[in-house]
């Protein structure tokens, strides 16, 4: 069975450029999760959806990050536009969503971005 | 809130030598760790978790975990480490537990693990 896919893996763009990143989840799972990783530390969540729905985007920078989900599938996270703090991995996880507690969540490789 | 600590950084042990990674946790409810591992350039990976009952679980790749109330802690042991195992590791809790809320994963800062030969 697939994993979670992600794409690109490595992405470098110039300061205020917009980025985008693609994520498929593991098929049948209906929770989809876009998480930060900043060099050096654990991943934090950014946004979670629950089919298409996205029921925690609490910290998600909505000034400039914004994602969809709109056939509660594949998902797209974009940056616009992306500063130089942005620079990191961007990490998808897919569940399948039906108990909250024991739900174990699976990731994809990441996309690593760099933003000069 | 709750949050996890990983109070090594860095640690390097011989090849066959037995690894311990700690793992201590804040958290008002009973909470369902995690250990997963980063190797470069890779996604995380699941070894192991606990939800109730036996505080001794096994994952996979050899690894085993104790869950210890009193202590707060969740560490990750190995009896004898490969070379292969040189990577990243996480403890995480998930928030809010069976309550039917969200499945909010915190990770721990991480303690990368380097193998000698």
């Known amino acids: 069975e697939a994993g979670v896919v992600q794409s690109p893996r490595y992405k470098i763009i110039e300061k205020k450029q917009p980025v985008a990143f693609w994520c498929n989840p593991i098929?049948?799972?209906?929770?989809l999760y876009w998480y930060l990783q900043n060099l050096g530390q654990g991943p934090e969540l950014l946004i979670r959806?629950?089919?298409?729905?996205?029921?925690?985007d609490s910290q998600l920078p909505k000034d400039r990050f914004s994602a969809e989900r709109l056939k509660g599938v594949d998902s797209t996270l974009k940056i616009q536009p992306a500063e130089l703090g942005d620079s990191a991995v961007y990490l998808c996880?897919?569940?399948?969503?039906?108990?909250?507690?024991?739900?174990?969540?699976?990731f994809g490789p990441g996309t690593r971005l760099t933003v000069l | 809130a709750q949050s996890v600590t990983q109070p090594d950084i860095h640690i390097t042990v011989s090849e066959g030598a037995s690894l311990e990674l700690r793992c201590n946790y804040s958290?008002?409810?009973?909470?369902?760790l995690f250990w997963y591992v980063q190797s470069p350039g890779q996604g995380l990976q699941l070894l192991l978790k606990?939800?109730?009952?036996?505080?001794l679980v096994q994952g996979i790749k050899g690894f085993e975990a104790e869950f210890k109330r009193s202590q707060s802690s969740f560490n990750l042991r190995k009896p004898s480490v490969h070379w292969s195992d040189a990577a990243e590791y996480f403890c995480?809790?998930?928030?809010?537990?069976?309550?039917?809320?969200?499945?909010?994963?915190?990770f721990g800062t991480g303690t990368r693990l380097q193998v000698t030969l």
């Open positions: 098929s049948g799972h209906n929770t």
């Open positions: 959806y629950e089919n298409e729905e996205a029921v925690d």
């Open positions: 996880a897919s569940s399948l969503g039906r108990d909250r507690g024991t739900d174990t969540q699976y």
């Open positions: 958290y008002g409810a009973t909470p369902y």
């Open positions: 606990y939800f109730s009952g036996d505080t």
């Open positions: 995480a809790v998930v928030e809010g537990g069976n309550t039917g809320t969200a499945s909010k994963l915190t």
